[in-house]
């Protein structure tokens, strides 16, 4: 069993066989690399995100859900390629029990989504979600069950292979590289940070680091840097009372009319103006 990233327990409530998370609000987050048996199942109505799953890079986007296989570690980030944070949709976790009751060679099993497949299940991801929208929905339960039912169904007819024949073109060592980059930004990002200083840490030129970073992030090195900046600023708006300059220095700004400058384009209105929003109406912000 994998003994890197985060071990990331599934819990099973009442009698749906997995975790359903709704992202049902515009926001944003940044997932650190773990792993868990349970098999994922990732969708977007709104926004998009980059995963990274053992090496090889996917976009969840409105169009195109990402499945995570039983143990895969994966991490995922917004998609910076674009401007904005709005990021909605639903994360379908399937339990390992309920999945190895059913299918008694699971742990061989590995699932490559078709066209047709992908279509399918994001019918029935949405039908899904229409019905927790609905309050008092008669039996829920017993309607996600089949939904999981009929998703496990398509990926057994359309989507099995085995696990050992399973075919990855994808190396391991890009996936290894970025994950030390990304770490490497997570941490340091509140200190002053360039292409050249990146290139040198990481042993790459810089031209070369920066035709990497944005291969496998979608974004140049600086809209990255820029947008996860505003990320944790935009947490410590939320969630404490220190001075917008403050949080300008506290967050890697050189200044306090940079980080403005900086937040406005993404978020459409000042650190101070979000604040007060959020002061007044709690459901302005989603985490």
């Not at 997570?186 to 790459?204: C, G, I, K, R, V």
């Not at 070369?208 to 974004?219: H, I, L, S």
Request: glycine letters at 4%.
């Amino acid at each position: 069993m994998p003994d890197h990233g985060i071990f990331e327990k599934v819990e099973i409530y009442g009698a749906v066989p997995g975790f359903i998370i709704r992202h049902t609000r515009p926001g944003s987050q940044i997932v650190k690399s773990h792993w868990h048996p349970e098999l994922e199942i990732n969708t977007a109505f709104e926004g998009s995100s980059r995963f990274f799953i053992n090496g090889r890079v996917e976009d969840v986007t409105p169009q195109h859900i990402v499945l995570v296989n039983s143990r895969e570690v994966h991490s995922s980030i917004p998609y910076f390629a674009t401007d904005g944070f709005a990021i909605t949709g639903i994360t379908l976790q399937i339990s390992y029990s309920f999945l190895k009751s059913l299918i008694p060679n699971f742990d061989t099993c590995y699932f490559v989504l078709t066209e047709e497949a992908n279509t399918k299940i994001q019918s029935l991801i949405l039908a899904l979600n229409e019905w927790y929208e609905q309050e008092g929905t008669p039996f829920l339960s017993v309607l996600v069950l089949r939904q999981i039912c009929e998703i496990v169904y398509v990926l057994l007819t359309q989507c099995c292979q085995e696990r050992d024949r399973a075919k990855d073109s994808t190396s391991q060592e890009p996936f290894r590289k970025l994950e030390g980059i990304l770490t490497y930004i997570h941490d340091h990002y509140s200190e002053p940070l360039n292409t050249a200083q990146m290139a040198q840490q990481f042993f790459f030129s810089k031209e070369y680091f920066c035709r990497f970073f944005k291969k496998y992030t979608g974004a140049t090195f600086s809209q990255y840097l820029a947008k996860y900046r505003v990320l944790q600023a935009e947490q410590l708006l939320a969630q404490t009372s220190k001075k917008i300059s403050e949080i300008a220095l506290e967050t890697g700004f050189a200044d306090e009319g940079s980080f403005i400058q900086c937040f406005r384009k993404y978020y459409g209105c000042t650190p101070r103006n979000y604040r007060k929003e959020i002061t007044q109406n709690p459901f302005f912000r989603q985490d």
